[in-house]
């Protein structure tokens, strides 16, 4: 069974659509993350929800919206997409003072 | 404000050798967690080690171990024998409670 998914794992799309990626985790974890790595492979927070609710919330642009339905569950929507967007998006899941468990990694690319 | 420091970029080992990655952390947080990842070109993020940091002890995980250094907040990661399958970016994390903070991390590469 897989602990932390992602779908999808690619995504191509154009400047100015909107797309989400979602992300679920069946490890009973109450703390959720995404994260951004570039092509320089630099780890970035983007957001963090602990039981639904917005812990961390890093500086990220307002296109960005997370969404939290149950806490198994953190999708990640994106408005009006960007070039500069183009990443490794990964989910993340964690119990409060243990490790972190990556989903796969969704690699979004915008032309 | 917390901060994580990988400062080798890349390195390359030689098969069967031995080869320590190095990471320097500061927090003024007295209880904290400590993890060294691997990331393969495969991009799956695994869990190669953790160290608490109240325990005084160096977590080892069969190849793998740590040299940790709390007062001068030093994290290294030992890795023995190399094998091809240790050829990765290997990124150190500091968690202190609420957050990770994650290094630049080093790209290895173990040369057959």
């Known amino acids: 069974d897989t602990a932390v998914s992602q779908t999808p794992k690619y995504l191509v799309t154009q400047m100015g659509n909107d797309k989400s990626i979602k992300c679920e985790q069946n490890?009973?974890?109450?703390?959720m993350y995404w994260y951004k790595q570039d092509s320089k492979k630099f780890l970035k927070i983007m957001f963090s929800?602990?039981?639904?609710?917005?812990?961390i919330n890093e500086t990220v642009p307002n296109r960005f919206s997370p969404k939290s339905p149950d806490k198994a569950h953190l999708n990640l929507h994106i408005n009006s997409l960007e070039l500069g967007d183009s990443a490794v998006y990964f989910c993340?899941?964690?119990?409060?003072?243990?490790?972190?468990?990556f989903g796969p990694g969704t690699r979004l690319t915008v032309l | 404000a917390q901060t994580v420091t990988q400062s080798q970029p890349e390195m390359s080992v030689q098969e069967a050798e031995t080869v320590t990655l190095s990471c320097t952390y500061d927090?003024?947080?007295?209880?904290?967690?400590l993890f060294w990842y691997k990331q393969p070109p495969s991009r799956q993020m695994i869990l190669v080690i953790r160290?608490?940091?109240?325990?005084?002890q160096n977590a080892t995980e069969n190849r793998f171990s740590v040299n940790f250094q709390k007062a001068a907040k030093s994290f290294s990661l030992k890795i023995s024998d190399s094998q091809l399958g240790d050829t990765a970016m290997y990124f150190c994390?500091?968690?202190?409670?609420?957050?990770?903070?994650f290094g630049t991390g080093t790209s290895l590469t173990v040369i057959p």
């Open positions: 490890l009973g974890h109450d703390t």
């Open positions: 160290q608490e940091a109240y325990k005084q």
């Open positions: 927090t003024s947080e007295s209880n904290y967690y």
């Open positions: 993340a899941s964690s119990l409060p003072w243990s490790e972190q468990f």
């Open positions: 994390a500091l968690y202190t409670g609420n957050q990770f903070y």
């Open positions: 929800y602990n039981n639904k609710e917005l812990i």
